[in-house]
């Protein structure tokens, strides 16, 4: 982990910055039913709010045995859709490249069956971009394993310092 990264596992409302963060762990703390986490089926995209739906995601969470997840893309938002380009709704995670860091955090969140916060850089399929946050909010049945998982992504460009964007120096 760099300098630059914020990594939270089972973080709480404080831990998060504010804004759409916030409103997505909300959404997620106030589908909670009877048992630890929120059941998948309080999951629709009816329901999650409008100021996150664009951002958000879904995956569902597979076992194949000996403890191995597959997961695979469920839905994703519009802001989600626009930035990588193309959309991998129904196909599993191992068939597109460049998902390799988000599994590692999915297998974290479903496996402690908390929550993760991440900010910093992302660099997926020569994007590079220097801040990213992503959260990420498993669901599952009373007493069984996770099959879901909500996720909220929002990404910053750094804006370029006025005097190199002029084309000034120091003098």
Not at 20 to 27: I, L, P
Not at 84 to 97: E, L, N, R, S
Not at 152 to 169: I, N
């Amino acid at each position: 982990m760099s300098a630059a990264e914020i990594v939270y596992i089972n973080p709480t409302l404080a831990d998060l910055p504010d804004g759409r963060c916030k409103t997505a762990f909300r959404f997620w703390l106030s589908a909670h039913g009877a048992g630890d986490l929120p059941a998948p089926e309080a999951i629709d995209v009816l329901i999650i709010p409008k100021s996150i739906v664009a951002n958000a995601s879904i995956y569902d969470v597979e076992d194949v045995g000996d403890g191995e997840k597959r997961f695979r893309f469920r839905f994703l938002g519009t802001a989600i859709l626009g930035a990588i380009g193309f959309d991998p709704t129904g196909t599993y995670f191992d068939d597109v490249a460049g998902t390799g860091p988000l599994v590692g955090r999915l297998l974290e969140c479903v496996n402690a069956r908390r929550p993760y916060f991440y900010q910093g850089p992302l660099f997926w399929r020569n994007i590079q971009i220097p801040v990213y946050r992503s959260l990420g909010l498993p669901f599952a049945k009373l007493d069984a394993p996770v099959t879901m998982v909500m996720a909220f992504a929002e990404s910053y460009r750094s804006p370029t310092p006025r005097a190199e964007a002029a084309g000034e120096g120091e003098s």
